[in-house]
Nanobody, 126 residues
């Protein structure tokens, strides 16, 4: 059974940093596309960053230069280093995994990701 468990969320002031982790189990993690998504109440879930099995990454324009996605296949763990946080980064953050081929242009699209974690809240105050 595939399981994704996020951690590392919290409250931070603008300009601060957080590192999110997503521990994966129940599947061959290294072969999967992995992504971080976020959602605020009343809005659609949006892609933040994604990484494929070969290490190719994709970022939303709003986080480029501030966030870094990485994966440790030996530890079956996905990370999101978030620096220079802004109040508009406040959201519930989810990690997701997809076993099927994805074109690079679709890495940040939530549709098609097979598995999702329960989410971790990030709150950035001004």
């Amino acid at each position: 059974q595939v399981q994704l468990v996020e951690s590392g969320g919290g409250s931070v002031q603008a300009g601060g940093s957080l590192r999110l982790s997503c521990a994966a189990s129940g599947y061959t993690y290294s072969r999967f596309y992995m992504g971080w998504f976020r959602q605020v109440p009343g809005k659609e879930r949006e892609g933040v960053a994604a990484i494929d099995s070969g290490g190719r990454t994709s970022y939303a324009d709003s986080v480029k230069g501030r966030f870094t996605i990485s994966r440790d296949n030996a530890k079956n763990t996905l990370y999101l280093q978030m620096n220079s946080l802004k109040p508009e980064d406040t959201a519930m953050y989810y990690c997701a995994a997809d076993s099927d081929y994805r074109s690079p242009w679709s890495y940040l699209l939530p549709s098609g990701y097979d598995y999702w974690g329960q989410g971790t809240q990030v709150t950035v105050s001004s």
